[in-house]
T-cell receptor
Framework: NAGVTQTPKFQVLKTGQSMTLQCAQDMNHEYMSWYRQDPGMGLRLIHYSVGAGITDQGEVPNGYNVSRSTTEDFPLRLLSAAPSQTSVYFC????????????FGSGTRLTVV | SQQGEEDPQALSIQEGENATMNCSYK?????LQWYRQNSGRGLVHLILIRSNEREKHSGRLRVTLDTSKKSSSLLITASRAADTASYFCATEGNSGYSTLTFGKGTMLLVSP
């Protein structure tokens, strides 16, 4: 099994551009989440989903959109990139209830200039 | 806002020594989890302790949880250079859906 796959690994955007960060998991996990990691800040939750068709906001949702049309995929869209969105983005998935822990992707390092 | 706060922020030890990291949190939890992150990589789940458990072991890892003090500790025994990484505690709340709230992490350096 591949686990959680994130693409791309690196991306440079200009201010105002839009893009989609891809996340796919092959473990049939119901729960999927997007986090951003900034130096000295730990990980902060952006959006999460508890199943296909169900999404909700986390701690820092502004400037990001998500959708969950299938169990496997949970893309994160940056609508109009800003330098404040320069960060490392992690996607994670878990079984319902999360008691087995979360499986994380390897991350996307995004720079907005 | 951050739920967990790890202490210390950084820890430097020699191979063979034990490493202890602490985590404090603010609200009631369903469980507390510890993750490891090697430089430039994703997080790896290490161990989960439920709110009704006080201690849990996994290999060289020992986790304790004190819900009355809202604190947890992670002990790594007989540390190896390969244990060099950042360690994060994360809490899962007991209301609503399952999401994790992370602390800022402890950076562990194990020197040969």
């Amino acid at each position: 099994n591949a686990g959680v796959t994130q693409t791309p690994k690196f991306q440079v955007l200009k201010t105002g551009q839009s893009m989609t960060l891809q996340c796919a998991q092959d473990m049939n996990h119901e729960y999927m989440s997007w986090y951003r990691q900034d130096p000295g800040m730990g990980l902060r939750l952006i959006h999460y989903s508890v199943g296909a068709g169900i999404t909700d906001q986390g701690e820092v949702p502004n400037g990001y959109n998500v959708s969950r049309s299938t169990t496997e995929d949970f893309p994160l869209r940056l609508l109009s990139a800003a330098p404040s969105q320069t960060s490392v983005y992690f996607c994670a998935s878990s079984r319902q209830g999360g008691m087995g822990g979360y499986t994380f992707g390897s991350g996307t390092r995004l720079t907005v200039v | 806002s951050q739920q967990g706060e790890e202490d210390p922020q950084a820890l430097s030890i020699q191979e063979g020594e034990n490493a202890t990291m602490n985590c404090s949190y603010k609200t009631s939890i369903n469980n507390l989890q510890w993750y490891r992150q090697n430089s430039g990589r994703g997080l790896v789940h290490l161990i989960l302790i439920r709110s009704n458990e006080r201690e849990k072991h996994s290999g060289r890892l020992r986790v304790t949880l004190d819900t009355s003090k809202k604190s947890s500790s992670l002990l790594i025994t007989a540390s190896r250079a390969a244990d060099t990484a950042s360690y994060f505690c994360a809490t899962e709340g007991n209301s609503g859906y399952s999401t994790l709230t992370f602390g800022k992490g402890t950076m562990l350096l194990v020197s040969p």
